[in-house]
């Protein structure tokens, strides 16, 4: 963290002595108030719900221009990574904070490759579910699970076991992931097969069975494989800022990654894709494109409690970036796969230049997210619907992970301990 020259003065208007807050500057981004001496020098706590003005941790990781619509992972923007490399390139980047040379490539490649295999037990501990659980129900449970199996690296504190459980949960969530699709449906699970990419590797496993072999499209491959980049990180979301708190109490990473997987179920988080999704569903079921005046008119009646979901976001306050390049990958799906006047993606396009153009979203600022059209692709692809959070949780991975080291390897990290306001009844006695 950098000094500014600047410092900042806090005064009380009931003559109280006024301080003065030191200023830090990032790289890029809005600069910093130091409030930690706050509460020691005037008895007083900040108060922010939702962290609307506060940073909580200093990261180097990943940046987001809100209002340019800029999404940067170590620098690099989403568009070029998107376009230039695959998702284990962007892995190594989110880990190590530089792309892979050729040799480094190679070798994290084999690495990860060669943790995809879970241990076998893994699949019965996932027969004690219902077949009708959600999958985040069963990854929840998976992914803290993988505490009990790999003991030789829960010490978050040791530089090693943080190394190779980024490793193992990078190569076994696809497995995982896998497993708990195969498993509600009722089909054998598919050991990974290390002859193919990592997104390819997913797809079979998804969709491949012992009675034929299965072929990975390219398009489809390169498809997935462009939703796991989109959703690697994204700086100090909810489900980031919760393996983060999870993780300041030294608890082991698979438990502080199971923390991230049930905050991003949530319809506001990871849940929203889900969500667009079933909205499409329901618009087309009331009478499609022609009804979308009538669904806009309920979301924006406040009292309707209905929401234009995969729209708006807590700090886009622009077009997501990451919309458009989703939004591409929908054309090259649907037409690769000869779906190109798909209905529902039809609707969501309409829907889309309609809200863009309607005063109350575009005073709120509220534009499609990543959200809006990730549901189409993966729909197409075959992934069902309450599944579309699980692979959200696979591509984030890497980002909780990385996020988690990050922290842990800070010298100024400490356990997180919100203050609060309280608002409650004073000091009392019973009497009886
Ligand atoms: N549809 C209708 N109105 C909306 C929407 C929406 N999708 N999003 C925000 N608004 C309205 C709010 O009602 C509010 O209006 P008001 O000022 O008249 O009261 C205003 O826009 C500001 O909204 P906030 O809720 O204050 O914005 P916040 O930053 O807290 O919320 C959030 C962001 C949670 C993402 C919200 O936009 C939302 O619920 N969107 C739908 C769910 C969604 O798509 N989530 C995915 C997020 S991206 C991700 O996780 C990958």
Redesign the pocket.
């Known amino acids: 963290m950098k000094l500014a020259d600047n410092k900042a003065t806090l005064s009380f208007s009931n003559g109280s002595p006024s301080i003065e807050l030191p200023v830090y500057q990032g790289t890029i981004g809005p600069d910093v108030l130091d409030i930690r001496k706050l509460y020691a020098q005037t008895d007083k706590f900040t108060y922010d719900p939702?962290f609307l003005s506060t940073a909580s941790c200093q990261s180097a990781i990943t940046y987001i221009d809100g209002d340019k619509g800029e999404l940067l992972y170590r620098g690099y923007p989403i568009e070029q990574l998107a376009t230039n490399c695959n998702y284990l390139d962007t892995c190594y980047l989110l880990l190590n904070g530089e792309l892979p040379d050729p040799q480094q490539k190679a070798d994290f490649e084999k690495l990860v490759t060669n943790h995809t295999m879970v241990n076998e037990q893994m699949q019965f501990f996932l027969r004690g579910f219902r077949r009708d659980a959600h999958p985040m129900a069963v990854l929840t449970g998976l992914v803290g699970g993988l505490s009990a199996f790999y003991h030789d690296s829960t010490d978050i504190n040791n530089p090693e076991h943080r190394e190779i459980s980024a490793i193992r949960l990078i190569a076994k969530m696809p497995t995982l992931v896998a497993m708990a699709y195969k498993y509600g449906v009722g089909q054998p699970y598919q050991y990974p097969q290390n002859h193919l990419s990592y997104a390819g590797n997913f797809l079979r496993m998804m969709f491949g069975n012992p009675c034929e072999e299965y072929k990975v499209n390219p398009v489809i491959e390169r498809a997935m494989d462009r939703i796991f980049i989109l959703?690697a990180d994204?700086e100090q979301?909810?489900s980031t800022s919760t393996v983060r708190l999870c993780g300041s109490s030294g608890t082991n990473p698979f438990a502080a990654i199971a923390a991230g997987v049930a905050c991003?179920w949530g319809?506001?988080?990871?849940?929203?894709?889900e969500?667009?999704l079933n909205m499409l569903y329901d618009i087309q079921k009331q009478g499609g494109v022609e009804k979308i005046g009538d669904f806009i008119k309920q979301?924006?009646d406040?009292n309707s409690g209905?929401?234009?979901?995969?729209?708006?976001?807590?700090?886009y306050k622009n077009y997501?970036p990451?919309a458009k390049l989703m939004q591409e990958t929908c054309n090259e799906v649907l037409s690769a796969m000869g779906l190109e006047k798909d209905p529902l993606f039809a609707l969501a396009k309409k829907l889309e230049s309609i809200a863009l153009e309607d005063e109350?979203?575009v005073s709120?600022k509220?534009y499609p997210?990543?959200?809006?059209y990730s549901g189409i692709v993966q729909r197409a692809i075959g992934i069902p619907v309450n599944l579309f959070t699980g692979i959200?949780a696979l591509a984030r991975t890497v980002g909780w992970i990385a996020q988690l080291n990050e922290m842990i390897s800070d010298p100024e990290y400490k356990i997180g301990r919100p203050r609060q306001l309280y608002t409650g009844s004073p000091r009392r006695d019973i009497k009886r």
């Open positions: 939702g959703h994204h979301n909810a991003l319809p506001a988080h990871g849940g929203a894709n969500a667009a979301v924006k406040k209905v929401k234009l979901m995969g729209f708006g976001h807590r700090v997501d990451r109350y979203f709120r509220l997210n990543v959200d809006f959200f």
